[in-house]
């Protein structure tokens, strides 16, 4: 009972912080996405179309036409967060919710927020193993649940932010290698495929995890140590493998060239990356000027460590207290690895590529392999192993101390750790519906679909986002993690309106949506004297240009600020 009280003070402290740190977005709860108009957009679809799926006939969950109309397209690859989306459908049943939009946008924001709740207590409770003090475990759990890397990936991907089964898996996992008892193995290789279903990447990270423990122990005991690690290392890896095997079959067999796509060297952590104030920072100003250089996007090249913890960690280099700490140089010797993995193909330091090849470069070749292509998500185990290292730093430090000093400097620690990761600039996604969705949803003359131009990247994730709030009619737009065959849009032709007319027709596609204010600057295509020129315009100005010209070649049905609707056939 005792611990389980101190895991529920824990428990308490997390969610307090995820008041603190998330108030922002409680106003707009069930009316607007966590996050800036980005992949988050994709996500929500994918609520909603798990949630319907499930609703009327799961069969066939993983192709689907509603997107890439009329051809279609395999979701095998799709970044859906399976446990987060069958717990929507479960408290959706146990409650009595429907699919009403505001629910969706309610759950769907709950459960990106309950991730911190989770991912904290998971690495709360692997710290225990480690250290006696309390408060020194608390903080361990902040130091990875609220991590800055999984503060950005909320705010986009509900997949990569999903890192409750993570330290659950390393807890497990530890726990079975010193107690060998079958439940906990049996736990952690629950935990693994939890954790893959979640996020793909993860079942690759917790691989590479594995294979590290092994090594690292063999090394050690200058042996091979075939009962005593690597037999069971070996089966928990294969009842994890056998657990996901009906999917990572299908994803097999459906590999080819369109599935691997590129980023290990440009989705990468910079190595001055875990020491420079990140894009969320309270001091974000000052980090400009340096992460402004990094490769990839805000959130993938936030892998910041915090200073007080850096500081920590490299005081305990210099005072070699792996020597002195039991298990300390095992956690050391994982950030290392994974900070080497993070960091992608070649190094990158300030924004520039130092020619050192790093062992990224190595799964670049490897099928199947070649598809974990950010690599800058492997700092989730560096997070994790510095949160435990600098418990264990900080209770061996203190030992002998005055009660009152070591409560002291725990609590310094606790409250610059804090200051260091609270969050500022924290954006969201109205779910707005235009007008014109509602005369499409009116059409009920048999099946069809339509287009939403222009199209690009951003523009076709709003597009997704607006399918699942304003109108079920299929697309042929879409914005998926891997497009295993072309479709329609990928052949349409926007340099002969009577040619393309032909084709939409031909495809079922009745209306063209012209949406005047784009969420991107993307180059369109735009229709001239017969022939086919490039544009980079103002997007507006681009926008309410293709506006008008799509005027000439189709009937108009609605135009407002927003969109301009038109029909292509009767």
Same mark, same amino acid.
């Given at each position: ?153 909320? !705010? ?173 140089? +095992?956690? /050391? ?13 070649? !190094? ?90 509602? !005369? ?25 986002? /607006? ?26 032709? +926007? ?55 799509? /005027? ?19």
């Amino acid at each position: 009972m005792k611990s389980f009280g101190r895991t529920a003070v824990a428990g308490l402290i997390y969610l307090l912080v995820i008041v603190i740190f998330f108030h922002v977005y409680f106003g707009s709860f069930s009316t607007a996405l966590i996050g800036p108009p980005e992949d988050n957009m994709q996500e929500f679809w994918n609520t909603w179309y798990m949630q319907t799926k499930l609703d009327a006939d799961p069969s066939g969950l993983l192709h689907t036409d509603k997107i890439f109309y009329p051809e279609g397209a395999s979701l095998v690859y799709h970044s859906f967060s399976y446990p987060n989306l069958v717990a929507i459908y479960l408290v959706r049943c146990v409650v009595g919710l429907g699919t009403y939009v505001g629910t969706l946008i309610f759950l769907h924001n709950f459960f990106l927020l309950i991730s911190f709740f989770f991912g904290a207590l998971g690495a709360y409770l692997l710290t225990r193993l480690y250290v006696r003090s309390e408060a020194l475990a608390v903080l361990s759990g902040f130091i990875f649940g609220f991590s800055p890397f999984h503060l950005a990936h909320t !705010l986009h991907h509900m997949h990569v932010s999903a890192i409750t089964f993570v330290p659950f898996f390393v807890y497990f996992f530890l726990r079975y290698m010193r107690e060998k008892k079958v439940y906990l193995a049996a736990a952690a290789s629950v935990m693994w495929a939890l954790a893959a279903l979640s996020c793909w990447y993860y079942l690759v990270y917790i691989g590479y995890f594995v294979l590290f423990y092994y090594v690292f122990h063999a090394v050690k005991n200058r042996s091979l140590m075939p009962g005593e690690t690597l037999l069971p290392a070996a089966l928990i890896t294969f009842f994890a493998l056998f657990l996901l095997s009906p999917l990572i079959v299908t994803m097999i067999l459906q590999t080819g060239a369109r599935s691997y796509l590129e980023g290990h060297d440009f989705f990468v952590a910079d190595l001055l990356g875990f020491i420079t104030f990140h894009p969320y920072h309270l001091l974000a100003k000052i980090g400009r000027p340096l992460y402004s250089h990094f490769q990839g996007n805000h959130w993938e090249m936030t892998v910041y460590l915090g200073l007080a913890n850096v500081a920590v960690l490299l005081f305990a280099l210099f005072k070699k207290y792996c020597r002195k700490i039991e298990n300390l140089g +095992f956690f /050391q010797a994982g950030i290392l690895l994974f900070m080497l993995l993070a960091l992608g193909s070649w !190094l990158h330091v300030g924004g520039y590529r130092v020619w050192l090849p790093l062992p990224t470069l190595l799964t670049e070749y490897i099928p199947v392999l070649k598809n974990v292509r950010t690599p800058s998500r492997a700092v989730i185990f560096v997070y994790l192993f510095t949160g435990v290292s600098v418990a264990m730093i900080a209770e061996y430090f203190l030992a002998g101390r005055k009660k009152i000093t070591a409560a002291a400097a725990v609590g310094i620690l606790a409250i610059v750790t804090f200051a260091d990761f609270f969050p500022t600039g924290l954006d969201s996604t109205p779910v707005v519906c235009p007008p014109a969705y509602a !005369l499409i949803n009116e059409d009920r003359a048999g099946d069809f679909g339509m287009i939403n131009l222009p199209a690009g990247y951003l523009q076709d994730n709003k597009y997704m986002m /607006q399918q699942a709030a304003c109108s079920p009619v299929p697309m042929a737009n879409g914005s998926i993690g891997r497009k295993l065959a072309p479709s329609l849009i990928d052949t349409l032709d +926007f340099s002969d309106f009577e040619a393309q007319k032909a084709e939409l027709k031909r495809g079922g596609i009745k209306y063209i949506l012209i949406h005047k204010k784009p969420a991107d600057e993307t180059v369109y295509y735009v229709h001239h004297d017969r022939h086919t020129h490039l544009h980079r315009l103002h997007r507006e100005t681009l926008a309410r240009e293709m506006a008008a010209e799509y /005027q000439r070649h189709y009937q108009l049905v609605h135009e407002d600020e927003m969109t301009a609707l038109l029909q292509v056939y009767h």
